[in-house]
């Protein structure tokens, strides 16, 4: 026969039980609980009963809610607190649920929504004025396609965003002209609406036009440092850098320490992050005192490549080796060395940068690695601590780089010329 003390211990259990019901749910009726643990519908109210007036929970018609705490999503100030746990009674959802609503969180069903809004409209209850929209903007600049390292920079800044209750919102964005005048440019619309997004990511390729739109709107942004087109103060803004230079040079110097000595560099200058492999090449080739030589095109990606190396083998030049600015481009290489029945690396060595299809190509292209989901998450990292702390100074990170060696590069003899002027004509004819 059970006790008296057996039967507080039993409930005591049940309440446990039931509070921890309430905070995985953010809400139980009694008819949950009757169903749940066979006991009566008036055991059931006194217990909800028990735990509200010790503060673990709030009373709803029907049931109980979670205690309202102190989360991102709790509203701001007691007058609001208690719109919010009026809507929240209504509605027989949790305050938590409702101030997710009002800050405009996807964390809350469809139907859920549906409900709470209509149960403050009842009320009078006004939940979206004033709150923030939980969106960032990540905008690719001026590309045509979202290429492979774009794609896992956006991934990054996704699963960061995601992981912090926040949306992303992808936009392509080109503009005509990225050296027009400060003050010529017009931001894309999504950031012109009244329900414009909290924060954006400025990725691709953008002016300096663009980060003094965003500056004078007040928008909090990040951005990828080695992509901005004009003179700028990088140390003025939220931004990641690649440590591009350091990592071309490291790479050129591998090829030095392979015997190539006529190595040239593959890559649009007019484009930022090329320029700043050339300066990395440069800087390498100096140091062994060689002379830099480039191929031109004015182009990206894989036409880039494919087009430098049709003009290179057309002028009869004699290159043992090919520093490609990004493995895109080194993919568009080695589909003009092969056209030309030129081989990759008995006959000349390719490298690449980025490491992004590196291991897919054949043979193995000899990369550098960056690591571009990392990148995402901090730009997303630095755009959401600028909404919340607009007053934080200028926040910087430059991310290292890793050489990949692969097959594509292979050692020669010093002075050795892979490729003889007669060979070159001979496959380009």
């Not at 019901?21 to 609980?33: A, C, D, F, P, W």
């Not at 430098?308 to 290159?319: F, I, N």
Request: charged letters at 25%.
């Amino acid at each position: 026969m059970m006790t008296g003390r057996d039967f507080r211990l039993l409930a005591e259990q049940r309440r446990r039980k039931i509070l921890e019901l309430i905070e995985q749910k953010g809400q139980i009726t009694v008819r949950e609980l009757v169903e749940r643990f066979s006991v009566s519908s008036v055991t059931a109210r006194g217990d909800l009963d028990a735990l509200c007036s010790q503060g673990m929970a709030v009373r709803s018609h029907g049931g109980a809610v979670r205690k309202l705490g102190v989360s991102p999503d709790s509203p701001s100030d007691s007058r609001e607190a208690q719109r919010y746990a009026d809507v929240a009674r209504l509605a027989k959802v949790s305050v938590t649920a409702v101030s997710r609503i009002a800050n405009g969180s996807a964390k809350v069903a469809p139907s859920v929504q549906a409900t709470v809004l209509a149960a403050a409209r009842k009320l009078g209850v006004t939940l979206t004025a004033g709150k923030r929209n939980r969106t960032i903007t990540f905008i690719l600049g001026n590309r045509d396609t979202v290429n492979e390292f774009q794609s896992k920079v956006l991934l990054g800044a996704e699963v960061y965003c995601a992981q912090h209750d926040w949306d992303l919102h992808f936009i392509s964005f080109r503009c005509d002209d990225l050296n027009a005048p400060l003050g010529s440019l017009r931001l894309p619309e999504a950031l012109m609406r009244p329900n414009r997004p909290s924060g954006v990511i400025l990725t691709g390729t953008h002016s300096v036009s663009i980060l003094a739109a965003l500056s004078e709107k007040k928008i909090p942004f990040s951005l990828v440092g080695n992509n901005i087109v004009g003179d700028w103060r990088p140390e003025q803004y939220d931004c990641v850098f690649t440590d591009d230079v350091r990592g071309s040079t490291d790479i050129t110097r591998y090829l030095i320490a392979q015997g190539h000595r006529n190595i040239w560099y593959i890559g649009n200058q007019r484009l930022p992050w090329f320029a700043r492999c050339a300066a990395g090449y440069r800087q390498a080739m100096k140091e062994a005192d060689l002379e830099p030589r480039f191929s031109e095109i004015s182009s990206e990606d894989r036409e880039l490549g494919y087009l430098a190396v049709k003009a290179l083998l057309a002028s009869g030049e004699r290159p043992t080796a090919l520093f490609v600015g990004t493995d895109q481009a080194a993919s568009g290489v080695y589909q003009a060395l092969q056209e030309s029945g030129i081989r990759i690396p008995d006959d000349i060595s390719v490298a690449g940068f980025n490491d992004t299809i590196g291991e897919v190509l054949h043979p193995g292209l000899t990369t550098v690695r960056e690591f571009p989901k990392e990148l995402g998450g901090h730009l997303a990292e630095f755009t959401l601590r600028r909404i919340h702390e607009p007053d934080l100074p200028p926040q910087q990170l430059v991310m290292p780089t890793e050489l990949i060696r692969r097959e594509s590069v292979r050692h020669v003899s010093s002075g050795h010329t892979l490729l003889t002027s007669v060979h070159l004509h001979e496959n380009v004819l």
